[in-house]
């Protein structure tokens, strides 16, 4: 593999992002795939030390634009420092968040205006993106559920947040998926996760395949 890929996974809270990560990671790496996994923001150490800013429960004074720069901050260093390298090596990067969470939370959910959003982080990651995005559709309400169910579960600001948010942050995904229809693929993710596993892998399979 001269080039690597790029394959971000997107979702609203609850739609088990992380556990299907983990399982599809080890497929990969199993089948002799260099695979880096990391996660936005954060991934790198400047990129998680903002993340300790954005999503602190105590920070609810936080202007929605200063959430924006600071996702989009996090994104630039990010890209930079960890996945450009690794993708300049011929490795799958497997990365939880990318672009299209900016757009569907802060550019549609939190009503700044998807365009002013697209832009700022057209700066920060200069036409890189994701070759394939997985976006874990669920219905905000079951992953609310699954979240209080979770005890092991990282709580961050963004939980707070009421079941309309959560519902504007979905039909954000719906906004982004018309912006960029060839790169996103739909996964139930209100199905157990056994059944999102295999879906993932089904599209992962088709793209690697290529």
Same mark, same amino acid.
């Given at each position: 593999?001269?080039k ?23 497929e ?42 600071l996702?989009?901050a996090?994104r ?17 990067? @497997?990365? +939880?968040?990318? *672009? ?5 939370y =802060?550019?549609?959910?939190?009503? /700044?205006?998807? &365009? ?12 890189? @993106?994701? +070759?394939?995005? *997985?976006?874990?559709d669920?219905?905000? =309400?079951?992953?609310?559920?699954r /979240?209080?169910? &979770? ?53 992962i ?6």
């Open positions: 593999m001269s690597g890929f790029f394959v971000t996974v997107e979702g609203g809270e609850g739609a088990g992002k992380t556990t299907v990560l983990d399982q599809i990671e080890t990969l790496i199993q089948r002799g795939y260099e695979v880096v996994r990391t996660r936005e923001p954060g991934g790198i150490r400047i990129a998680e030390r903002i993340r300790t800013v954005i999503l602190d429960v105590t920070h609810t004074e936080m202007d929605s634009r200063t959430e924006a720069l996702y989009a996090a630039r260093q990010h890209l930079v420092e960890k996945v450009i390298p690794a993708l300049k090596e011929g490795k799958i990067v @497997l990365c +939880d968040r990318f *672009l299209d969470s900016s757009l569907a =802060q550019g549609y959910a939190r009503g /700044i205006g998807f &365009d002013e959003v697209k832009a700022i982080n057209e700066f920060a990651i200069e036409g890189y @993106l994701p +070759d394939l995005t *997985l976006f874990f669920v219905d905000p =309400q079951i992953g609310l559920t /979240i209080q169910s &979770d005890k092991d579960r990282e709580v961050n600001r963004l939980d707070q947040e009421k079941l309309e948010f959560h519902e504007r942050v979905r039909n954000g995904y719906q906004k982004v998926m018309d912006v960029y229809p060839e790169r996103i693929k739909v996964i139930d993710a209100n199905q157990d996760v056994r059944a999102v596993y295999k879906d993932a892998m089904t599209e399979n088709q793209f690697v395949g290529r």
